[in-house]
């Protein structure tokens, strides 16, 4: 158990809908971070939060959004969704003190499908 | 930005024999060099690490081995085991960058009986 929880767990939608995914990172890490897995394009880094405070964007769609909460969870909106973007969504999250390398944990993901 | 090609996309190899998984960089500012496994159903778990002020890593059946002028490293399991299989991802971060890493699209690592 990586101690990263993600809800929720399965996901089905239509296109055009929004929905949010949640994220609570481990107990003392400061940094979360998001990837989208697919199938053919591996894990692509979305967008990383540290504090609270966005820090690194990677490549998320405009209709794609996040936020990190004082309590350090997080949060990412997707809107406007479309088939492609039926995907593996994992959040991570680092920087607690027991972090010395900087490794991310992650959670164990949430499927989203797109009908 | 950096770009993290990883080969092969899929590897077979017969119990107790060793597989070895190649990844390239191209951001020579990349300073940091995680290997993740990912089980079905799981998220990716960090096995092992390197940095660039080291050649090589070991940790029991795990080797790691970075070559920084060619810009590519290497992931070694000796003694495979059915448990092994799994996919493997390579990462990369930049020295005094944001904390996201890039990794590679990922080997699927079948342990033969």
């Known amino acids: 158990d990586s101690g990263v929880t993600q809800t929720p767990k399965h996901l089905i939608t239509a296109t055009g809908q929004r929905v949010t995914l949640r994220c609570s990172p481990r107990?003392?890490?400061?940094?979360v971070y998001w990837y989208q897995q697919s199938l053919d394009q591996g894990l692509q880094f979305l967008i990383q939060?540290?504090?609270?405070?966005?820090?690194a964007k990677g490549n998320i769609l405009e209709r794609f959004s996040a936020q990190q909460f004082p309590d350090l969870h997080s949060e990412l909106n997707l809107s406007s969704l479309e088939l492609g973007d039926s995907a593996l969504y994992f959040c991570?999250?680092?920087?607690?003190?027991?972090?010395?390398?900087?490794?991310?944990?992650f959670g164990e993901g949430s499927r989203l499908t797109v009908l | 930005g950096e770009n993290v090609e990883q080969h092969p996309s899929t590897l077979s190899v017969q119990e107790g024999d060793s597989a070895v998984i190649k990844c390239t960089y191209s951001?020579?500012?990349?300073?940091?060099f995680p290997w993740y496994k990912q089980e079905l159903g799981k998220g990716p778990q960090l096995i092992i690490d390197?940095?660039?002020?080291?050649g090589e890593k070991k940790d029991q059946r795990i080797a790691v081995t970075l070559n920084k002028t060619a810009k590519h490293f290497s992931l070694h399991i000796t003694e495979t085991q059915p448990e092994d299989s799994a996919v493997y991802f390579c990462?990369?971060?930049?020295?005094?960058?944001?904390?996201?890493?890039?990794f590679g699209k990922g080997t699927h690592l079948i342990i033969q009986p």
């Open positions: 991570a999250s680092s920087g607690g003190r027991t972090s010395v390398t900087g490794e991310l944990f």
């Open positions: 107990s003392g890490d400061l940094s």
């Open positions: 939060y540290y504090n609270g405070e966005e820090r």
């Open positions: 951001d020579s500012a990349s300073n940091y």
């Open positions: 390197i940095r660039s002020n080291v």
């Open positions: 990462a990369a971060r930049r020295r005094g960058g944001a904390d996201g890493l890039t």
